[in-house]
């Protein structure tokens, strides 16, 4: 497919002046929805176009009159946080007929609407786009009954079509994620967090269905973020004997004395006969030939509610501003397309080849990363006896280092795990560096990594102490426990750590930097572990919800809150879009007095026109003079008669809690990858006895670049990185920033350079299972 011709467009180029754009939701409601909703609305408006709700799906369209209504800015205020969908969606079988559409496209030209917005699933998706190619035989039949005229098919001769999934099921080709899952994920993990408490207690045995229909995304995702011991899912059917190799399983871990075992089905999960596994099934076989005291729980549509998570809610909010781009951009030879999540960027895929890939292949998942998950989950869940076990005679060593993140605990774990797989010798550095050069190093095992992914902050232990002036001790602990290779799993501090793992530390030998900071500041990766989690501390989790519905029976009060983040702006900026923040402030951005006196105008402004709360946010570092306690009283000042303000500076909050399902997952997979790294390049570099690795490609930091997972020479990243202020010269997410501002109906410059490329959907299907 061609991509768009000018990559260098402003948005402010496309005009939606004189357009009318309709936004519905349909099928399973999914947490985000209602953020998409608000970014549709609020970037129509901004470019100029009138938007429309149309009220419970499909339904309301062909039903038409209070169903479809204009939109304003203020009817989307207050709506970010809120699960479920506001506007409402249905079902609709009479829009599956020929009479349904005939009557959804009258009332659709009787309010001019020409381009249609749909966030729902793959059924949604197709109802338009068969609407989308019958419209010009429509119009046609309108004007013969009379029911239009000839001018107003003309006028409305083309309907534009753009799809965002809403889905909690993951269960979409062409996108690594859909709106909701994410939430979902969350939903699933808190119960099952909360019920592994109870399991410990009593040295239960809990069996939990999942949804998913005959997807296992979650059921796949959430047993690789909480450890579970069993994952039934419909993408792999479990051969013959299962029964006995599960069973098999859970008595040994009964016998290395672990108190719960977590069994997690998928609810369309099947055996190899095409026969439904149920929970029911699990608990007979686990009582029977275990003895195990066992318990089911079906979380059922606990799933679809509560509150949408940070991620969803930007999410939801690209998607929903890359939405009104594509169909200000849209001409009759465009095909509908679809907005879709790759890597860390938001595209464009044609909505047909994606909805036909999901028909032809219903029960595989073709995003990216199923099969790394799978194959992940399977590398961690199984302790093989030492006799199956590779020889190998290396020794590897993990630490922590910088500030606890939460997620650290699963990358340890995954790390001591998989090294172990592969034969190693596995040791734990306790309190990183001070505990390096002091010697507190010891050997870990399997069972001593039990439990550890739901468990915040370091349990080895961490502390900001850098390396340069303990380097010869250093050298001298590796040599004593004869260390071959270093796994480091932190902040800049790794950075520090790794650039002299050539030169005077393991010479020879191999490392690898893994990063974990809440701020998300860190060269060589657009994201690390912790961050995820802190972003959900700021926003959904407690604080900014929170102290907005505090205000609920307030009128009119802003809250000034301050984030961590040092020098850098991710947490402030993009916490902000999570949040619907009115103004940020970040170092990146530099601003002056007369930047937040136009500021406190703007939201005084908004307040004027119904709005009834504000939220601010600062980075804390974002400027020396400008402090959070000056921004306050300024708007304090400024503000008299109109709002008043309160302030709440968030700290170590954001550090601390369990860490969130991504977070979970991306320490686990990343820890994995990079010791099978360690250890492909031990075995390359093992020469006569003794490992020589002293290249630039043996000290690398593991993070993920745009759409790939990268290994790249730490000495390499010197030019990219800002030592005095600890950031990346290049921040991707700084392209985000002008969206927080664009949905607080602030004028500003969007670059849609990454963005509106119509690409063709490239998925590799899955391999079977050994």
Aim: aromatic share 6%; glycine share 10%.
């Amino acid at each position: 497919m061609a991509k768009q011709q000018d990559t260098k467009k402003l948005f402010e180029n496309l005009s939606g002046a004189g357009k009318s754009i309709g936004v519905l939701t349909s099928g399973g409601d999914a947490q985000g929805m209602n953020a998409a909703v608000r970014a549709v609305v609020r970037m129509g408006i901004y470019v100029g176009a009138k938007v429309y709700f149309i009220h419970e799906g499909y339904q309301g369209m062909v039903d038409g009159g209070d169903n479809i209504e204009e939109a304003s800015w203020e009817s989307v205020s207050s709506m970010l946080q809120v699960g479920g969908t506001v506007i409402g969606s249905a079902r609709c079988k009479e829009f599956r007929s020929h009479e349904g559409r005939l009557k959804a496209a009258h009332q659709l030209i009787l309010r001019g609407i020409t381009n249609l917005c749909v966030i729902g699933g793959d059924g949604s998706l197709t109802g338009a786009n068969l609407f989308r190619e019958e419209w010009s035989g429509l119009l046609e039949e309108l004007v013969q009954q009379g029911l239009i005229d000839e001018e107003a098919a003309q006028n409305n001769s083309e309907l534009h079509i753009v799809g965002m999934v809403g889905s909690i099921d993951n269960d979409f080709c062409g996108t690594d994620m859909t709106i909701g899952t994410d939430s979902a994920l969350h939903r699933i993990i808190e119960v099952v967090d909360a019920i592994m408490t109870t399991a410990q207690s009593h040295q239960r045995t809990f069996v939990l269905e999942v949804m998913g229909r005959h997807c296992g995304y979650l059921a796949l995702v959430s047993a690789l973020a909480c450890g579970a011991d069993w994952v039934l899912i419909p993408e792999m059917p479990p051969e013959d004997g299962w029964e006995e190799h599960m069973c098999q399983k859970l008595s040994e871990n009964r016998a290395d004395k672990k108190r719960l075992n977590i069994i997690i089905v998928a609810e369309g999960a099947i055996d190899c006969h095409n026969k439904p596994i149920t929970t029911n099934h699990i608990k007979e076989l686990v009582v029977s030939c275990l003895g195990f005291d066992t318990r089911v729980t079906i979380l059922g549509h606990v799933q679809r509610g509560g509150t949408p998570s940070a991620f969803d809610r930007i999410l939801a909010s690209r998607m929903g501003v890359e939405a009104v781009l594509a169909l200000l951009e849209a001409s009759d030879s465009t095909p509908a397309c679809v907005v879709s999540l790759c890597g860390n960027q938001a595209v464009r895929l044609p909505l047909m080849e994606c909805v036909q890939m999901v028909s032809a292949y219903v029960s595989l998942i073709f995003c990216r990363s199923f099969e790394n998950n799978l194959n992940t989950y399977k590398l961690l869940s199984y302790h093989k006896a030492d006799s199956e076990l590779p020889n190998s005679s290396f020794k590897v060593a993990v630490l922590n280092v910088g500030a606890p993140a939460a997620g650290m605990n699963a990358a340890v774990r995954s790390a001591v795990r998989v090294g172990i797989k592969e034969g190693h010798k596995m040791f734990a550095v306790n309190d990183g560096i001070e505990g390096f050069y002091k010697g507190q190093i010891k050997e870990i095992k399997w069972g001593d990594v039990a439990g550890w992914t739901g468990q915040g902050g370091s349990i080895l232990g961490t502390k900001r102490t850098l390396p340069a002036k303990h380097l010869d001790k250093i050298a001298e602990q590796i040599r004593i426990h004869n260390i071959n290779a270093l796994l480091v799993i932190g902040g800049f501090e790794s950075a520090s750590l790794g650039k002299h793992i050539n030169s005077s530390l393991l010479s020879p030998g191999s490392g690898s930097a893994l990063y974990s900071t809440v701020s998300n500041n860190i060269l060589g990766s657009d994201l690390s572990i912790g961050a995820d989690t802190a972003l959900n501390a700021i926003t959904y989790l407690s604080t900014c919800d929170r102290i907005k519905q505090s205000a609920s029976g307030t009128k009119r009060r802003v809250f000034i809150i301050e984030t961590m983040g040092g020098y850098c702006g991710y947490l402030a900026s993009v916490g902000g879009l999570a949040a619907g923040a009115d103004t940020v402030y970040i170092y990146e951005e530099p601003f002056g007095i007369r930047d937040l006196q136009s500021n406190v105008e703007h939201l005084t402004e908004k307040m004027k026109t119904g709005i009834q709360r504000g939220l601010v946010l600062r980075n804390e570092n974002s400027n020396e003079n400008f402090t959070t306690d000056f921004i306050y009283q300024l708007y304090s000042e400024e503000g008299k008669g109109v709002f008043d303000c309160r302030k709440n500076v968030l700290g170590h909050m954001q550090q601390g809690g369990a860490p969130s399902p991504f977070d979970r997952n991306f320490g686990t997979k990343i820890a994995a990858k990079a010791i099978q790294w360690i250890s492909r390049k031990l075995k390359e570099s093992y020469k006569d006895g003794k490992v020589f690795a002293n290249t630039e490609d043996t000290a690398c930091l593991l993070g993920m670049r745009r759409r790939t997972m990268a290994f790249q020479p730490v000495v390499q990243l010197k030019d990219e990185t800002d030592f005095a202020h600890r950031i990346p010269k290049e921040q991707w997410w700084l392209k985000l920033h002008p969206l927080m501002k664009i949905l607080a109906k602030y004028k500003t410059s969007y670059d849609v350079s990454d963005s509106g490329q119509l690409e063709p959907v490239t998925r590799v299907r899955p391999k079977k299972a050994d």
